[in-house]
């Protein structure tokens, strides 16, 4: 099959495309999705929220070091007078930041680099906060118990293992690090109501 170039009455010959004969094609009537930007948190708003967050430091600084003195006395700078200064340069920075992030978006406009998006935010999550969720729990649950529900939980979640298999490994896990830790190396790891139940 031939391929040439044919002349549709009205369109440009730059826009035309190479088909078959007798089907010639204009760029106007080919469809093609544009892709969908990434939604998610830009790098002005990090930006802007990191200043605001060492603004309110440097803020607290200042306040707390104004309300125990912060200036010089007869016999030297008060307990305050160098936690003041640096409250004072945290602000400073924070503003001289958020005047730059302010001139980039003038000359850039409302197009910023993205700093996470939101599919990057949900694969962070699924690791952090079952993290977050474990350290919470260890106080009160042991290191023991909290560790075989962590490894099960990932297994399960991220590895796609089946429960029958992701809740004996957990549990394998934690009975080998409770057998090093506390009957080879003697080192006391963190207990919940179950090893005192079973004496230890």
Do not use: C, H
């Amino acid at each position: 099959m031939s391929m040439a170039m044919q002349k549709t009455p009205g369109a440009d010959p730059q826009d035309m495309l190479l088909a078959p004969d007798g089907m010639a094609a204009t760029m106007d009537s080919i469809y093609v999705p544009a892709r969908e930007a990434s939604a998610g948190v830009s790098m002005r708003t990090m930006e802007i929220a990191t200043s605001l967050a060492f603004a309110a430091a440097g803020a607290v600084a200042i306040w707390d070091s104004a309300r125990i003195g912060a200036g010089w006395g007869t016999d030297g700078p008060q307990s305050g007078y160098f936690p003041f200064w640096i409250g004072v340069l945290l602000v400073l920075a924070s503003a001289f930041n958020l005047f730059g992030v302010a001139q980039a978006k003038a000359v850039r406009g409302a197009d910023a680099p993205m700093f996470l998006t939101w599919e990057q935010a949900r694969t962070v999550a699924t690791v952090f906060v079952p993290t977050t969720i474990f350290v919470a729990a260890v106080p009160f649950t042991g290191i023991y118990l909290a560790s075989a529900l962590l490894v099960a939980w990932f297994m399960a979640r991220l590895g796609e293992f089946s429960v029958t298999r992701a809740v004996p490994a957990g549990l394998a896990a934690s009975i080998v690090t409770f057998v090093v830790f506390e009957m080879w190396f003697l080192v006391a790891l963190p207990k919940g109501p179950i090893e005192d139940m079973l004496g230890f």
